[in-house]
Antibody, heavy 122, light 107 residues
Framework: QVLLVESGGGVVQAGGSLTLSCAAS????????MHWVRQTPGKGLEWVAL????????LYADSVKGRFTISRHNSQNTVYLHLNSLRVDDTAMYYC???????????????WGRGTMVTVSS | EIVMMQSPATLYVSPGETAILSCRAS??????LAWYQQKPGQAPRLLIH???TRASGTPVRFSGSGSGTEFTLTISSLESGDFALYSC?????????FGGGTKLDIK
């Protein structure tokens, strides 16, 4: 069974930091680009970051560039999102998502985790 | 950035009837469009990719059409489990962007 399980969310003060984890199972983890997508009630779904299957390439949304860092450990089938300099508008449910096709960066997301909630207080 | 616009924001349809949801891109995305279904408390589920190709497990009642800037998701013979939030996503250019969603509600 293909599964993504996020963890690490919580309540943090503005300016603080948090690290989210996403544990993957049921597929060849090191063959797929992984993404983080967040969702707020008011703004809907927002793509946040990607990391290539081999970890050599990353890309960020402008809204998080310079503050968030994505990484992965293929030996542990885990992808991370390090959130720094958090702002109130970073409050959202953060989803880990698997790209649909092997070795590509840009595609649809066929597997999503259940999400982990990040709340940033002022 | 390509802006994705969905209409209507909320659509009221009776069970057994057909729902037609729209998604418009601010510039041409060819057929690089996906549709997702999301129920409360759950993650999005991929329904359609390539504008019209059903993902694995998507019932034939769901059909996607369109190319360029105008896209439609049609759901026929609506069942109780179909009432949910539907979002479109373009994967033609960076950054990947989503529409604001259409909530399909029971009439």
């Amino acid at each position: 069974q293909v599964l993504l399980v996020e963890s690490g969310g919580g309540v943090v003060q503005a300016g603080g930091s948090l690290t989210l984890s996403c544990a993957a199972s049921g597929f060849t983890f090191d063959s797929f680009t992984m993404h983080w997508v967040r969702q707020t009630p008011g703004k809907g779904l927002e793509w946040v970051a990607l990391i290539s299957y081999d970890g050599n390439n990353v890309l960020y949304a402008d809204s998080v560039k310079g503050r968030f860092t994505i990484s992965r450990h293929n030996s542990q089938n885990t992808v991370y999102l390090h959130l720094n300099s958090l702002r109130v508008d970073d409050t959202a449910m953060y989803y880990c998502a698997k790209i649909r096709s092997y070795y590509v960066y840009r595609d649809t997301f066929d597997i999503w985790g259940r999400g982990t909630m990040v709340t940033v207080s002022s | 950035e390509i802006v994705m616009m969905q209409s209507p924001a909320t659509l009221y349809v009776s069970p057994g009837e057909t729902a037609i949801l729209s998604c418009r891109a601010s510039q041409s995305i060819s057929k690089n469009l996906a549709w997702y279904q999301q129920k409360p408390g759950q993650a999005p589920r991929l329904l359609i990719h390539g504008a019209s190709t059903r993902a694995s497990g998507t019932p034939v009642r769901f059909s996607g059409s369109g190319s360029g800037t105008e896209f439609t998701l049609t759901i026929s013979s609506l069942e109780s489990g179909d009432f949910a939030l539907y979002s479109c996503q373009q994967y033609s250019e960076w950054p990947l962007t989503f529409g604001g969603g259409t909530k399909l509600d029971i009439k």
